[in-house]
């Protein structure tokens, strides 16, 4: 499709595509559907003359033909024009060309329409008279009286320079290279100015660092020194320059590039993509030349032979092949489809993993194609991007041209993975009746969930086919939800039903930009709310993709709450409750959309659309989706459900952020008097970097909210800020729960400090888990950030305490479980470790498990030292299975801390860490650990244990606690252990089935990254303390 992207006040598509200021860069598929391999782009500049045209003010349109207007270009004695000439619609103009002649101001020319004379700035940001004008857009200015405060004061050159740096430096997770247009002394085709290189902190398949911070800031710091370097000083042979740049993937001879010797191909690995961003502002000239020995110049699908330049065999070329004005060729799209075609490393050499790059799995290593028209907008553009597999773009200002490769670069991220075979997420749900599992599919990317009926005496599904699954209920042909989205105006907006004549202009415009015709921005919206469209993806299955989403049952018998002393309307409105709502799944999928569906019949309830999402909606309904490679999160983060008072009316209401997929938080209102589901509010940081703004500090939404009173029995949602904002700070966000007015925020990291590396990582808070008293009203907060601290929060305080550090490459991204300590205060059990970007795959650091005591009174931070150190002492294999032991070491509370246990076995470092929140059941914690092997970053796979503690002590249970015998019973036959390996598959979050009070045996489920269903028995009664939790939803 072609996406025109427009300059829109208030909704700046750069927010959404570029807003991170640090090196945090999310995965956009599902980790074991992604090469750990940072895919090449190759940046080409227009360097030619016309670069040095003025900017043109937002109103002007090349196509338009304005009216005649003359310019003076004589005066008498008394600087009067004395002489005009008419200025030429398609003559090029410096300033020079124009006489003041009394002009009030020295930077004014004078000119007339008829009899009307006036003054007009001609400014001249090149210099030197050297600022280019064309004669079309005097005419505009002069004939349409644009006010002089209007014009810009800026030429193409500058701005290519500055928003190419600026988008570079703000998406760092990429290696680029730079190429331009040969200059005037050697005209012909176009020169390699910079190699293709890593400008963020990369790591080798063992784990150890293959480019430093300091090497990757030198990487920067060169690129960005030959980008200031560029000058507007030749012709324009964009398909030659172009078709060198394929010769530099190939690792070829140069042809018309400047330099010596062979050029080395950036291509590392056999699984990474590659991508050219060609930046022009006009049609070629001189651009004519190519070799006739290129090895791979026959193109087997077009009759003849030697086929560069005319690669597609299409008589489509050009008016004048044998000349070298504007548009007498047009190769450009050829050499983009010559690039896609062909194998850029057709060789059985190596790639760095010691497989061959003519490996069967990737059997062609080719080049996308990318395309924006700086103030043109010509056909030959899209051809080159349609026929490269890219897409085009156009731009008129620097806010246009900054939207553009912001969308480019967004694009090229989501299509950065290797696609894979990925079949589940961690989403598993069960009831006393139901177990709910997810799917996707990664080749239309449709999600699915399956709901089983539950034989509650075995813990085990009755039959391996679905009661039902939303592949056949949730349809084109069954779909009558309602869908809602959010209008922002200033500090307040209104939630709307979905309908494009709901939507602000600005909504509007940016739908409407992203598409080319015959679809329109109402075609976008009617394709989100589940109808088939035509220039749109036809689906057959309305459910998207659901990755990292929870799945969440809004369920009419679950108390959420409590009551105020003396107060009984929370009992009466769970009494109405209990007969009117209904039984529900919630979950987020990256079609865009909150789902709310119906749990016993898998129908859809209703969706909300996310107002940040709106300008990536033409992404996943592009045809081509899936089918070449692309994928990107869009509503994907987790939900919490609660609940709680809105307006002094009980409700019961879901907050979720946006995951990988944005930077918001949102609320939907599920149940209330009047049974209705109505979204509330959503919040979102501002579209550029504001330090004034509240909501500045919001980056990729990751984490989990709470809902609870705060004293004065005020409701709000509590979360952490998120990782990639602006200023990579991390803080803890309060808002009321009715419309999500800012109530507190909490910075605990003011001026961003720390080492280099973590300066350039930026910092960012995760899920938080709260502390309650027996009315819901939270007495404390708690949560980790990526550095690897754990603090704790009194609201009634403006800052955070540090209650435990665990040091730099040790992130917390998993929510805390908190429980009360037996001797006063709270103890925090939480894992460290992070798998949500590409480079963590290769992240071989040693995490641990940790139990933190944060005590009463003691104001001191935790360190490592203060613990009790466990350890895994041994594997046994039993039945097929790999069975874990660790030590027994008993906690002095006079001494320790807490207690850890690292996350290794015999010194072997795998990979091993915690993105999962522990649970607690009869005085255990229980927690998954995840890896991934990535020895071969393209080909991935995962696995992890279950582990199975003392919850005070983190020493191995003295009695047996799983069933290694599998008789489906745990007791004295069994072994006593502390967890399991898992090996075929990432392990998700455990669901625990409790068979009944008189069965002594649980079973947990845990869904694999397979999509299978793991079933773990364990020992349910015969403990003689348990532990309480310090949510609600658990003390039910």
Same mark, same amino acid.
């Given at each position: 499709?072609?996406?025109?992207?427009?300059?829109?006040?208030?909704?700046?598509?750069?927010?959404?595509?570029?807003?991170?200021?640090?090196?945090?860069?999310?995965?956009?598929?599902?980790?074991?559907?992604?090469?750990?391999?940072?895919?090449?782009?190759?940046?080409?500049?227009?360097?030619?003359?016309?670069?040095?045209?003025?900017?043109?003010?937002?109103?002007?349109?090349?196509?338009?033909?304005?009216?005649?207007?003359?310019?003076?270009?004589?005066?008498?004695?008394?600087?009067?024009?004395?002489?005009?000439?008419?200025?030429?619609?398609?003559?090029?103009?410096?300033?020079?060309?124009?006489?003041?002649?009394?002009?009030?101001?020295? +930077? &004014?020319?004078?000119?007339? $329409?008829?009899?009307?004379? /006036?003054? *007009?700035?001609?400014?001249?940001?090149? #210099?030197?008279? %050297?600022?280019?004008?064309?004669?079309?857009?005097?005419?505009?200015?002069?004939?349409?009286?644009?006010?002089?405060?209007?014009?810009?004061?800026?030429?193409?050159?500058?701005?290519?320079?500055?928003?190419?740096?600026?988008?570079?430096?703000?998406?760092?997770?990429?290696?680029?290279?730079?190429?331009?247009?040969?200059?005037?002394?050697?005209?012909?085709?176009?020169?390699?100015?910079?190699?293709?290189?890593?400008?963020?902190?990369?790591?080798?398949?063992?784990?150890?660092?293959?480019?430093?911070?300091?090497?990757?800031?030198?990487?920067?710091?060169?690129?960005?020194?030959?980008?200031?370097?560029?000058?507007?000083?030749?012709?324009?042979?964009? +398909? &030659?320059?172009?078709?060198? $740049?394929?010769?530099?993937? /190939?690792? *070829?001879?140069?042809?018309?590039?400047? #330099?010596?010797? %062979?050029?080395?191909?950036?291509?590392?690995?056999?699984?990474?993509?590659?991508?050219?961003?060609?930046?022009?502002?006009?049609?070629?000239?001189?651009?004519?030349?190519?070799?006739?020995?290129?090895?791979?110049?026959?193109?087997?699908?077009?009759?003849?032979?030697?086929?560069?330049?005319?690669?597609?065999?299409?008589?489509?070329?050009?008016?004048?092949?044998?000349?070298?004005?504007?548009?007498?060729?047009?190769?450009?799209?050829?050499?983009?489809?010559?690039?896609?075609?062909?194998?850029?490393?057709?060789?059985?050499?190596?790639?760095?993993?010691?497989?061959?790059?003519?490996?069967?799995?990737?059997?062609?290593?080719?080049?996308?194609?990318?395309?924006?028209?700086?103030?043109?907008?010509?056909?030959?553009?899209?051809?080159?991007?349609?026929?490269?597999?890219?897409?085009?773009?156009?731009?008129?200002?620097?806010?246009?041209?900054?939207?553009?490769?912001?969308?480019?670069?967004?694009?090229?991220?989501?299509?950065?993975?290797?696609?894979?075979?990925?079949?589940?997420?961690?989403?598993?749900?069960?009831?006393?009746?139901?177990?709910?599992?997810?799917?996707?599919?990664?080749?239309?990317?449709?999600?699915?969930?399956?709901?089983?009926?539950?034989?509650?005496?075995?813990?085990?599904?009755?039959?391996?086919?679905?009661?039902?699954?939303?592949?056949?209920?949730?349809?084109?042909?069954?779909?009558?939800?309602?869908?809602?989205?959010?209008?922002?105006?200033?500090?307040?907006?209104?939630?709307?039903?979905?309908?494009?004549?709901?939507?602000?202009?600005?909504?509007?415009?940016?739908?409407?930009?992203?598409?080319?015709?015959?679809?329109?921005?109402?075609?976008?919206?009617?394709?989100?709310?589940?109808?088939?469209?035509?220039?749109?993806?036809?689906?057959?299955?309305?459910?998207?993709?659901?990755?990292?989403?929870?799945?969440?049952?809004?369920?009419?018998?679950?108390?959420?709450?409590?009551?105020?002393?003396?107060?009984?309307?929370?009992?009466?409105?769970?009494?109405?409750?209990?007969?009117?709502?209904?039984?529900?799944?919630?979950?987020?999928?990256?079609?865009?959309?909150?789902?709310?569906?119906?749990?016993?019949?898998?129908?859809?309830?209703?969706?909300?659309?996310?107002?940040?999402?709106?300008?990536?909606?033409?992404?996943?309904?592009?045809?081509?989706?899936?089918?070449?490679?692309?994928?990107?999160?869009?509503?994907?983060?987790?939900?919490?459900?609660?609940?709680?008072?809105?307006?002094?009316?009980?409700?019961?209401?879901?907050?979720?952020?946006?995951?990988?997929?944005?930077?918001?938080?949102?609320?939907?209102?599920?149940?209330?008097?009047?049974?209705?589901?109505?979204?509330?509010?959503?919040?979102?940081?501002?579209?550029?970097?504001?330090?004034?703004?509240?909501?500045?500090?919001?980056?990729?939404?990751?984490?989990?909210?709470?809902?609870?009173?705060?004293?004065?029995?005020?409701?709000?949602?509590?979360?952490?800020?998120?990782?990639?904002?602006?200023?990579?700070?991390?803080?803890?966000?309060?808002?009321?729960?009715?419309?999500?007015?800012?109530?507190?925020?909490?910075?605990?990291?003011?001026?961003?400090?720390?080492?280099?590396?973590?300066?350039?990582?930026?910092?960012?808070?995760?899920?938080?888990?709260?502390?309650?008293?027996?009315?819901?009203?939270?007495?404390?907060?708690?949560?980790?950030?990526?550095?690897?601290?754990?603090?704790?929060?009194?609201?009634?305080?403006?800052?955070?305490?540090?209650?435990?550090?665990?040091?730099?490459?040790?992130?917390?991204?998993?929510?805390?479980?908190?429980?009360?300590?037996?001797?006063?205060?709270?103890?925090?059990?939480?894992?460290?470790?992070?798998?949500?970007?590409?480079?963590?795959?290769?992240?071989?650091?040693?995490?641990?498990?940790?139990?933190?005591?944060?005590?009463?009174?003691?104001?001191?931070?935790?360190?490592?030292?203060?613990?009790?150190?466990?350890?895994?002492?041994?594997?046994?294999?039993?039945?097929?299975?790999?069975?874990?032991?660790?030590?027994?070491?008993?906690?002095?509370?006079?001494?320790?801390?807490?207690?850890?246990?690292?996350?290794?076995?015999?010194?072997?470092?795998?990979?091993?860490?915690?993105?999962?929140?522990?649970?607690?059941?009869?005085?255990?914690?229980?927690?998954?650990?995840?890896?991934?092997?990535?020895?071969?970053?393209?080909?991935?796979?995962?696995?992890?244990?279950?582990?199975?503690?003392?919850?005070?002590?983190?020493?191995?249970?003295?009695?047996?606690?799983?069933?290694?015998?599998?008789?489906?019973?745990?007791?004295?036959?069994?072994?006593?252990?502390?967890?399991?390996?898992?090996?075929?598959?990432?392990?998700?979050?455990?669901?625990?089935?409790?068979?009944?009070?008189?069965?002594?045996?649980?079973?947990?489920?845990?869904?694999?990254?397979?999509?299978?269903?793991?079933?773990?028995?364990?020992?349910?009664?015969?403990?003689?303390?348990?532990?309480?939790?310090?949510?609600?939803?658990?003390?039910?």
């Amino acid at each position: 499709m072609n996406k025109l992207i427009s300059a829109l006040a208030g909704f700046c598509l750069a927010a959404y595509a570029s807003m991170p200021a640090y090196a945090f860069t999310p995965l956009q598929t599902p980790i074991l559907s992604t090469a750990a391999v940072t895919p090449n782009v190759m940046i080409m500049l227009d360097n030619s003359g016309s670069m040095d045209e003025i900017i043109w003010h937002e109103g002007y349109s090349d196509a338009v033909a304005y009216g005649t207007v003359d310019y003076c270009n004589g005066t008498n004695g008394s600087g009067n024009c004395n002489s005009w000439a008419v200025v030429n619609a398609g003559s090029s103009y410096r300033p020079n060309n124009f006489v003041r002649a009394n002009c009030p101001s020295s +930077s &004014e020319r004078r000119f007339r $329409v008829g009899l009307t004379q /006036r003054c *007009m700035t001609i400014y001249d940001p090149v #210099g030197g008279n %050297n600022t280019r004008y064309k004669g079309n857009y005097i005419r505009y200015v002069v004939a349409n009286a644009v006010p002089n405060s209007a014009l810009v004061n800026d030429y193409r050159m500058r701005v290519a320079r500055e928003v190419t740096k600026s988008i570079v430096a703000n998406n760092r997770g990429l290696r680029y290279g730079l190429f331009s247009f040969n200059t005037a002394s050697n005209q012909a085709g176009g020169s390699l100015l910079r190699d293709v290189k890593n400008f963020s902190e990369s790591k080798r398949t063992d784990g150890t660092t293959e480019v430093t911070i300091a090497q990757a800031q030198t990487n920067y710091d060169q690129f960005v020194s030959s980008v200031n370097g560029l000058t507007s000083s030749t012709w324009t042979p964009l +398909s &030659e320059a172009y078709y060198e $740049v394929t010769r530099y993937f /190939r690792g *070829m001879s140069r042809f018309q590039g400047s #330099g010596s010797g %062979n050029y080395t191909s950036p291509i590392q690995y056999r699984c990474q993509r590659n991508f050219g961003i060609v930046v022009t502002d006009g049609l070629p000239t001189y651009d004519r030349t190519f070799p006739n020995n290129d090895p791979l110049r026959d193109n087997p699908a077009v009759a003849g032979g030697n086929n560069l330049p005319n690669w597609d065999g299409v008589n489509n070329d050009g008016n004048n092949l044998n000349g070298d004005n504007e548009g007498d060729t047009l190769y450009l799209d050829d050499v983009a489809q010559f690039g896609y075609d062909v194998d850029l490393r057709d060789i059985s050499t190596a790639d760095q993993a010691g497989k061959s790059f003519n490996d069967p799995g990737f059997l062609k290593q080719n080049l996308f194609t990318y395309t924006v028209g700086f103030a043109v907008n010509n056909s030959m553009l899209a051809d080159a991007a349609a026929k490269g597999r890219g897409v085009y773009y156009t731009a008129g200002n620097s806010a246009q041209l900054n939207d553009s490769l912001s969308n480019a670069i967004n694009e090229i991220s989501a299509k950065a993975g290797s696609g894979g075979a990925g079949a589940s997420s961690s989403a598993t749900l069960t009831t006393a009746t139901y177990y709910y599992k997810t799917l996707y599919n990664p080749e239309d990317w449709r999600g699915t969930i399956e709901a089983y009926l539950l034989n509650p005496a075995t813990g085990r599904p009755v039959s391996s086919t679905p009661n039902w699954t939303t592949d056949t209920t949730i349809t084109p042909a069954n779909n009558g939800a309602q869908y809602q989205t959010y209008v922002p105006a200033g500090t307040a907006g209104s939630v709307v039903n979905l309908t494009y004549a709901n939507l602000s202009a600005a909504q509007q415009a940016a739908l409407n930009g992203s598409v080319a015709a015959p679809v329109t921005g109402a075609g976008l919206v009617d394709w989100v709310k589940g109808n088939n469209v035509t220039g749109l993806r036809a689906r057959s299955v309305l459910l998207g993709d659901v990755i990292n989403s929870s799945l969440e049952r809004l369920s009419p018998e679950e108390k959420l709450a409590a009551s105020l002393e003396n107060d009984t309307s929370y009992e009466s409105y769970l009494s109405r409750k209990s007969q009117s709502m209904t039984s529900s799944l919630l979950v987020n999928a990256n079609d865009g959309l909150f789902h709310v569906i119906n749990a016993d019949t898998g129908r859809h309830r209703y969706g909300y659309l996310p107002s940040s999402l709106m300008p990536s909606l033409h992404i996943v309904a592009d045809p081509d989706y899936a089918t070449d490679g692309t994928h990107k999160f869009m509503s994907d983060g987790l939900i919490t459900v609660a609940d709680g008072e809105i307006n002094s009316i009980w409700s019961t209401v879901a907050v979720s952020g946006m995951g990988a997929g944005g930077k918001s938080v949102f609320a939907v209102k599920l149940f209330d008097d009047d049974n209705d589901i109505q979204a509330l509010w959503e919040v979102s940081p501002p579209a550029v970097n504001t330090p004034a703004n509240d909501w500045n500090d919001l980056g990729y939404t990751y984490s989990k909210p709470v809902v609870a009173r705060i004293q004065g029995n005020r409701w709000v949602a509590i979360f952490g800020n998120g990782y990639g904002s602006y200023q990579g700070k991390a803080a803890l966000y309060v808002v009321d729960l009715a419309d999500g007015e800012l109530v507190q925020k909490i910075v605990v990291d003011e001026n961003n400090t720390g080492t280099p590396a973590e300066i350039a990582a930026g910092n960012g808070l995760s899920s938080p888990q709260i502390v309650v008293d027996a009315q819901n009203r939270i007495t404390a907060v708690y949560a980790g950030d990526m550095r690897g601290n754990l603090w704790a929060f009194d609201l009634s305080s403006s800052t955070g305490r540090k209650l435990f550090a665990a040091g730099e490459g040790h992130p917390i991204t998993a929510q805390p479980l908190v429980v009360e300590h037996p001797e006063g205060g709270y103890l925090a059990l939480f894992g460290t470790g992070k798998l949500s970007e590409a480079s963590d795959k290769l992240d071989k650091t040693e995490q641990a498990f940790y139990a933190i005591w944060d005590k009463p009174l003691s104001a001191t931070t935790v360190s490592i030292s203060d613990l009790l150190a466990q350890r895994i002492t041994e594997e046994v294999s039993i039945r097929g299975e790999v069975y874990l032991k660790t030590s027994t070491y008993e906690v002095d509370w006079n001494v320790h801390k807490g207690w850890y246990l690292p996350l290794v076995y015999q010194s072997e470092l795998k990979g091993e860490r915690v993105i999962y929140p522990a649970q607690t059941t009869l005085n255990r914690v229980i927690f998954v650990t995840a890896k991934v092997d990535a020895a071969d970053p393209c080909e991935s796979s995962g696995g992890g244990r279950l582990g199975e503690l003392d919850l005070f002590s983190g020493s191995m249970l003295s009695y047996p606690v799983l069933d290694t015998n599998g008789d489906g019973v745990v007791d004295d036959n069994d072994v006593q252990v502390s967890g399991i390996n898992i090996n075929d598959g990432l392990p998700g979050l455990p669901v625990i089935i409790d068979r009944g009070d008189d069965k002594p045996t649980q079973t947990k489920i845990i869904l694999l990254s397979t999509g299978v269903a793991k079933f773990i028995d364990e020992k349910a009664r015969d403990v003689s303390w348990t532990s309480r939790r310090i949510m609600w939803r658990q003390l039910q």
